[in-house]
């Protein structure tokens, strides 16, 4: 039974944007309309994105100082989640 799936392609894959994957080893066909999408930015995108802030503002930052060893050697916990 025919199943439609509703995406774009970008750099030469298939971006679904439903939760469900296209089953391997099926055959598609594809429609091509007119309609062009504002480009939609990939989990993977976000953190290189994220990855690159941090760099960048790491690469720019104060150097430490010697007390900063000594907490560290006394152990840390960071509470919290960072969502990407």
């Given at each position: 039974?025919?199943?439609?799936?509703?995406?774009?392609?970008q750099?030469?894959?298939?971006?679904?944007?439903?939760?469900?994957?296209?089953?391997d080893?099926?055959?598609?066909?594809?429609?091509?309309?007119?309609?062009?999408l504002?480009?939609?930015?990939t989990?993977?995108?976000?953190?290189?994105?994220?990855?690159?802030?941090?760099?960048?503002?790491i690469?720019?930052?104060?150097?430490?100082c010697?007390?900063?060893?000594?907490?560290?050697?006394?152990?840390?916990?960071?509470l919290?989640?960072?969502?990407?």
């Amino acid at each position: 039974m025919p199943q439609a799936y509703q995406g774009y392609f970008q750099e030469g894959k298939f971006i679904s944007l439903q939760k469900d994957s296209i089953p391997d080893f099926v055959e598609v066909y594809v429609i091509v309309t007119s309609k062009i999408l504002p480009e939609v930015e990939t989990k993977v995108q976000k953190q290189r994105k994220a990855f690159d802030k941090f760099a960048q503002a790491i690469s720019i930052a104060e150097p430490l100082c010697d007390e900063f060893d000594e907490v560290v050697s006394q152990g840390i916990h960071v509470l919290g989640e960072l969502k990407l």
